[in-house]
Every structure is written in structure tokens, then in C-alpha cells.
């Protein structure tokens, strides 16, 4: 089934294939040595017996107990007792307090919030604990869609109220009987919320609220299908890690489990040591997604300054697992996600890094030039996204996905180790235009994108036979010129600039032309060698 033409920003999915279905280093920084096992326990167990003389020298009243939280000892045989404080049974928020002893269990001196013996007139509230997490809820549903600060994105949803607790609170002003309620949502970027909320319990009035969900970002480790062992930038909740990366958008990776549709489920692991480099362990794709997706955040920021698909600092999320022997990948502006099948029999999935960096790069082109996805506009789309695809490949440079001009070489889409498209000469995939015909616009998307595929080659490499990292092309002219090449970097900056400042959604390989003459006016100078480049290249593959 061909996808439908749509306009404006509507549906709008665009897979790697033809024929497609379409649809709508390291580990965590290392604390401080702690105090482990049968040690620990003695302390603790030995600051928990020691805690009524603690709170009796501590002048504290015959309604306050003392509940050790932690002990740290330290090498030369110092303690530091950390207490919890409860008053008539009901926890005291502000109530802490650290003791420190000496070598011989003398106390040197004691930290604490608070000072003196806490005394409240009574332990009967006046609010119902249901009216109290009543008003909480509606407290942060008063706060959904705001945003507090840059680093926190808005909440989207309340999801859970729970039960509101008895405390006393004595963190400030007068020591008071309040509730403790904690209310769980979910944030903009994906990342669930668990506020908790103090509030009075004469009153109402609200006395405090904080983000209980916590993240760290982590440097974990990857065994990816394609990318092999890599890097990978993850978040720490305080208790697993998740497959995201705050450093970069905050995109993610979750897995469908073979469902086809939903938003799937956030990859955690609790090592941060994912996947095994086979098909086997699940994880191993969503590795190469979630790399696929990091390179190619890299890559726009370093080679054009782009932050993000939407330049907005945003990342996208990447949806592993879909579907049962789906034989494709797409981008999808509607989900703003990326999505992998897992290939033939399930055991071939297609997340290799040149199709990450193709389906984001439609992405940035739906945010950009919008090139209609049909007729030679379409081509100009899909050959966008191949040659983007692979400028992230190259600037990644993995050993294990040597970087060429082939789309796809690895994920053996053919079944006979055949890449799915050739840059250098497209008509090597027996369906690709090499140059510009007047029929051009009629074939599929998928391969009157090879006109724009060649001509970026030719602009790189130059023509005729070359090996470049080991692989050799022979790229051949519609008009037998011989062509010398300006090299990658400038002639994606000279395609970068024209998709971003000169194409627009009808630009067909005439306009193109004209699109990339005067961004490699801008870029190198009207006349210069490089804008003479372009000019030749085009006409070499007969778009004149
Ligand atoms: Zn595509």
C-alpha cells in the first residue's frame, strides 16, 4: 500500500521500504565505600539501643522516640548516628538529627533541624485524612501543563492520589499536625512524577511539595545487534535504570513487545549493562535504537548545531519490537517516535544505525523544507534521509558498522547479504533512477530518491572507481564528465543548508538545484570551486 499524500501536518509516517504498511562507558559514579553486611547491622543495631539515653541527653519530651535511619563509621573508628524523630507515634518532618561519637562512644556533638523538646497542643486533626488527599490532588491538577523550571517538564497527567498521612511538621514556623499525601502523574518527557505534599491539617494550607521522583543521569554499557559494545548515556531513578537520556532530550526507547501500536514500555535494567549483542535478549535491539537515536543527536548538534528533530531540545522516543516479522522501520510525526520491526521471523531487526539516522532525518525534514512525500519531491524526502542516514553512520564510525554509502548492508533485508540501496550507482538495486528523467517523479519515492542519492555521492566522492573505508563504488556520470568530489563535510553542509533555508514542500530536482547553487553560494561563495561543484554535479546526473 502507497502512502496517501498529506497535507499539512496531519498523518504523516514515512518508512525506510517501499511498499510499506504505513500507519497513523563505565558505570555509575561510585559513592563512598559503604558500611556492608553483618557490619551495618551491628551498628544500626547498636544506635537503635543507644537511642533512649540519645534522646534523654537530648532533653527531648516523653512523647518524642528516636528511630535510627543510618550510621556511618569511619576509618579511624568515629561514628555518625542519624536519627529519625517521632512524636507520639506520628513521623516529624524536620525531626532529624545526626549524633557524633568518638572512637569510644563519646558524643562529640549533634547535628540537628530543630532544637528543644516538641510539644503540640494535641494528635487529633481537624481535616479528615480523605478531605486532606483530596486537596492535594487538586492541588497539582491546579499545577498540569505548567512549567516550573527548564530542567522539569510540565506534568501531563494525575494518574493516582494516595492515601494522606499523619505527621508533624516542624520544618517551619510552629511545630503542627499536617498531612503527608503523595500524588503520581506523569511528566511531559515520560518520566513519572510522585509529588509529595504537606499539608495542614487545621487548615489546609499547603506547607510544602517536592518531586519524589528523582534522576541521575548514568554512563551504562550497550551490546547492540549492529552497533556492538557502546556507550550509552542512561537515567537512575534511585532504585533501576532506564533506557533514557536527559543529556540528549530526555529521548527514550521502549518496546512494543510485539503489539503494534501503543507507546510500549520504558526499558529498565538494573546493572545498566543492556543487551548481549544477539537477538536473543530483547535488549539488544533497543540498544541499537537508542544509540541509532543518540548518534544522530550528535550528529546534528555537532555538524549543524541542531538540537533535536524540532530544534527545540526535545528528543524522540524509539519504539523497539513492533508487530510480528514486520520488515520495515518509519518515522511518525504524530508520536514524534521512531519504530523497528524485528524483520523476517522476528530474528532480523531493522534498527541498524544508517535507518535511525534515515527515519529521524524525516523528521527534521517534516520540520523543515516539508517535502511533500510523492512525485519528485517525495524522492528529494527519501534521499534526504539516506544521505543524512549516512552522514550519522559516518560520524559515528563504529567498527562494527563500517561507515559507507550503502542504506541498510546489514540488517540483509534481501535475505541474500544485499544492502537495500547503493548511493554511488542507485540502479544497483535493480529499481533506483541513477539520473533525472522526465518519468523521474512517477516511480515510488523510494527510488526516484536515487537522482539525489548519486548526486550527493558525486559530491562527496567524485567519480568513477574509489574505495573508501574498504569498500570500493564505481560512480558513474550521465554525461561522462569526470568529477573530483568536495568531500563529506562540505557537501552535507551545502544539503543541510538548502533543506533548511531553500526547499519547500514542492521543490522538485530543478529547484533542488537551485536550493543547493545558492546554499553553496551562502556557504562557500557565488563562482567558488564548491558552488562550480554543485553546478557540475547536478548536470551529471542530468538535472540541468
Ligand atoms: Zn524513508
Given at each position: 500500500?502507497?502512502?496517501?499524500?498529506?497535507?499539512?501536518?496531519?498523518?504523516?509516517?514515512?518508512?525506510?521500504?517501499?511498499?510499506?504498511?504505513?500507519?497513523?562507558?563505565?558505570?555509575?559514579?561510585?559513592?563512598?565505600?559503604?558500611?556492608?553486611?553483618?557490619?551495618?547491622?551491628?551498628?544500626?543495631?547498636?544506635?537503635?539501643?543507644?537511642?533512649?539515653?540519645?534522646?534523654?541527653?537530648?532533653?527531648?519530651?516523653?512523647?518524642?522516640?528516636?528511630?535510627?535511619?543510618?550510621?556511618?563509621?569511619?576509618?579511624?573508628?568515629?561514628?555518625?548516628?542519624?536519627?529519625?524523630?517521632?512524636?507520639?507515634?506520628?513521623?516529624?518532618?524536620?525531626?532529624?538529627?545526626?549524633?557524633?561519637?568518638?572512637?569510644?562512644?563519646?558524643?562529640?556533638?549533634?547535628?540537628?533541624?530543630?532544637?528543644?523538646?516538641?510539644?503540640?497542643?494535641?494528635?487529633?486533626?481537624?481535616?479528615?485524612?480523605?478531605?486532606?488527599?483530596?486537596?492535594?490532588?487538586?492541588?497539582?491538577?491546579?499545577?498540569?501543563?505548567?512549567?516550573?523550571?527548564?530542567?522539569?517538564?510540565?506534568?501531563?497527567?494525575?494518574?493516582?492520589?494516595?492515601?494522606?498521612?499523619?505527621?508533624?511538621?516542624?520544618?517551619?514556623?510552629?511545630?503542627?499536625?499536617?498531612?503527608?499525601?503523595?500524588?503520581?502523574?506523569?511528566?511531559?518527557?515520560?518520566?513519572?512524577?510522585?509529588?509529595?505534599?504537606?499539608?495542614?491539617?487545621?487548615?489546609?494550607?499547603?506547607?510544602?511539595?517536592?518531586?519524589?521522583?528523582?534522576?541521575?543521569?548514568?554512563?551504562?554499557?550497550?551490546?547492540?545487534?549492529?552497533?556492538?559494545?557502546?556507550?550509552?548515556?542512561?537515567?537512575?531513578?534511585?532504585?533501576?535504570?532506564?533506557?533514557?537520556?536527559?543529556?540528549?532530550?530526555?529521548?527514550?526507547?521502549?518496546?512494543?513487545?510485539?503489539?503494534?501500536?501503543?507507546?510500549?514500555?520504558?526499558?529498565?535494567?538494573?546493572?545498566?549493562?543492556?543487551?548481549?549483542?544477539?537477538?536473543?535478549?530483547?535488549?539488544?535491539?533497543?540498544v541499537d535504537a537508542q544509540f541509532g537515536a543518540a548518534a544522530t543527536w550528535d550528529f546534528y548538534k555537532n555538524t549543524f548545531g541542531r538540537s533535536g528533530i524540532r530544534n527545540d531540545g526535545v528528543g524522540a522516543y524509539s519504539r523497539v519490537h513492533y508487530g510480528r516479522n514486520y520488515v520495515n522501520a518509519f518515522w511518525s510525526d504524530s508520536c514524534f517516535c521512531m519504530t523497528y520491526g524485528d524483520g523476517a521471523s522476528n530474528t532480523h531487526p531493522l534498527t541498524e544505525l544508517d535507518v535511525a539516522g534515515h527515519e529521524m532525518t524525516h523528521g527534521v525534514t517534516a520540520n523543515t523544507a516539508g517535502l511533500n512525500y510523492s512525485g519528485e519531491s517525495g524522492g528529494l524526502n527519501e534521499a534526504t534521509s539516506d544521505i543524512l542516514g549516512s552522514m550519522v553512520e559516518f560520524s559515528a564510525n563504529l567498527a562494527k558498522d563500517n561507515p559507507d554509502y550503502l542504506i541498510g548492508e546489514l540488517i540483509d533485508i534481501n535475505g541474500n547479504g544485499t544492502p537495500l540501496r547503493y548511493m554511488d550507482k542507485p540502479s544497483k538495486d535493480g529499481r533506483s533512477a541513477d539520473y533525472w528523467s522526465s518519468g523521474v517523479g512517477s516511480l515510488d519515492v523510494h527510488y526516484s530518491s536515487g537522482v539525489a542519492n548519486h548526486f550527493f555521492y558525486l559530491l562527496a566522492e567524485g567519480s568513477g572507481a574509489k574505495t573508501v573505508n574498504g569498500v570500493s563504488y564505481n560512480s558513474p556520470t550521465s554525461n561522462g564528465a569526470t568529477l573530483a568530489g568536495i568531500g563529506r563535510d562540505k557537501a552535507q553542509q551545502v544539503w543541510y543548508r538548502a533543506l533548511t533555508v531553500y526547499m519547500t514542500s514542492t521543490t522538485d530536482y530543478k529547484a533542488a538545484r537551485t536550493a543547493t547553487l545558492n546554499a553553496a553560494s551562502d556557504l562557500y561563495g557565488s563562482g567558488s570551486a564548491e558552488y562550480n561543484a554543485v553546478a557540475a554535479t547536478w548536470t551529471a546526473v542530468n538535472v540541468t
Open positions: 500500500m502507497k502512502r496517501k499524500l498529506a497535507l499539512g501536518a496531519a498523518l504523516s509516517a514515512s518508512a525506510l521500504l517501499a511498499g510499506a504498511i504505513q500507519v497513523s562507558a563505565g558505570t555509575a559514579q561510585a559513592a563512598p565505600a559503604p558500611v556492608v553486611g553483618q557490619q551495618r547491622a551491628a551498628l544500626l543495631a547498636q544506635a537503635a539501643g543507644a537511642a533512649p539515653a540519645a534522646a534523654r541527653a537530648l532533653g527531648l519530651g516523653s512523647q518524642e522516640r528516636l528511630v535510627v535511619k543510618d550510621v556511618v563509621a569511619d576509618a579511624d573508628g568515629s561514628r555518625h548516628l542519624r536519627y529519625e524523630r517521632t512524636y507520639g507515634g506520628l513521623p516529624v518532618l524536620g525531626g532529624d538529627l545526626i549524633v557524633h561519637q568518638d572512637a569510644r562512644g563519646a558524643v562529640k556533638s549533634v547535628d540537628r533541624a530543630i532544637s528543644g523538646t516538641l510539644a503540640l497542643s494535641g494528635l487529633s486533626p481537624r481535616l479528615s485524612a480523605a478531605q486532606a488527599a483530596e486537596q492535594a490532588g487538586a492541588s497539582v491538577r491546579a499545577t498540569l501543563g505548567a512549567v516550573k523550571d527548564a530542567d522539569e517538564p510540565a506534568l501531563v497527567s494525575v494518574d493516582r492520589t494516595g492515601t494522606a498521612e499523619l505527621v508533624v511538621w516542624a520544618t517551619s514556623g510552629s511545630p503542627r499536625l499536617a498531612y503527608r499525601t503523595t500524588v503520581e502523574g506523569m511528566r511531559a518527557d515520560g518520566t513519572p512524577s510522585s509529588q509529595v505534599l504537606v499539608t495542614d491539617a487545621a487548615t489546609g494550607e499547603l506547607l510544602s511539595s517536592h518531586e519524589g521522583v528523582q534522576t541521575a543521569n548514568a554512563a551504562g554499557t550497550g551490546n547492540g545487534v549492529f552497533v556492538g559494545t557502546v556507550g550509552l548515556t542512561t537515567n537512575f531513578t534511585g532504585s533501576t535504570y532506564e533506557l533514557k537520556d536527559n543529556t540528549r532530550g530526555g529521548q527514550y526507547t521502549v518496546t512494543l513487545n510485539n503489539k503494534q501500536g501503543g507507546s510500549g514500555t520504558l526499558y529498565t535494567d538494573a546493572d545498566n549493562a543492556w543487551g548481549t549483542g544477539t537477538v536473543a535478549s530483547g535488549q539488544s535491539a533497543a
